[in-house]
């Protein structure tokens, strides 16, 4: 059976996510400090409107987020408001907060056998989304690495959103 690492290094790196208090704070660290450049202006999430599963059902949770492409990967910034998720877990556990996940993107038509793979590694699903441009799993891997890791399977009018989002042209 393929381990973690097996089915990770043959996926691509697409995103890196930090929880953090100030999201605010977050992007001018970001933009100034390590030069990501990009950030558009942080918008409201509400799981409710995704349809995103908490711990197997749909519960109320806002945040704020926002994403810049840094040239190689997506840098993505979080910050919970209300409510429940995965986000929220994290920011109570590191009060700093921290980078909170790792997304690995491959095109949907292999989004069920990666998934499968991980449940039969023994990884739990923390939170799901099934979106028009993506299907997301978010795993708990934090004994293994420290962090969640999400599989992304990306449609094909996902692709075109990516490189969208590469060029600066949305969210």
């Not at 990770?8 to 400090?33: N, P, R, T």
Request: proline fraction near 4%; hydrophobic fraction near 40%; aromatic fraction near 12%.
């Amino acid at each position: 059976m393929e381990g973690i690492n097996d089915i990770i290094s043959k996926l691509e790196l697409a995103q890196i996510c930090w929880v953090v208090k100030d999201i605010h704070a977050a992007v001018d660290f970001f933009s100034k400090s390590l030069g990501i450049a990009g950030f558009p202006s942080p918008e409201i999430v509400r799981a409710q409107d995704l349809e995103m599963s908490y711990r197997g059902e749909v519960v109320a949770g806002e945040w704020l987020t926002t994403q810049a492409y840094n040239g190689l990967t997506f840098v993505e910034l979080v910050q919970p408001l209300s409510g429940q998720s995965m986000f929220h877990d994290y920011l109570k556990q590191y009060l700093a907060g921290g980078a909170q996940h790792f997304a690995y993107r491959l095109p949907v038509s292999n989004f069920e056998e990666v998934v499968g793979k991980f449940q039969a590694n023994g990884y739990e699903i923390i939170s799901e989304v099934d979106h028009p441009i993506a299907r997301m799993a978010f795993f708990d891997t934090y004994e293994s690495i420290g962090a969640v890791t999400e599989i992304m399977g990306i449609t094909p009018e996902g692709w075109n959103a990516v490189e969208q989002m590469k060029n600066g042209n949305g969210q």
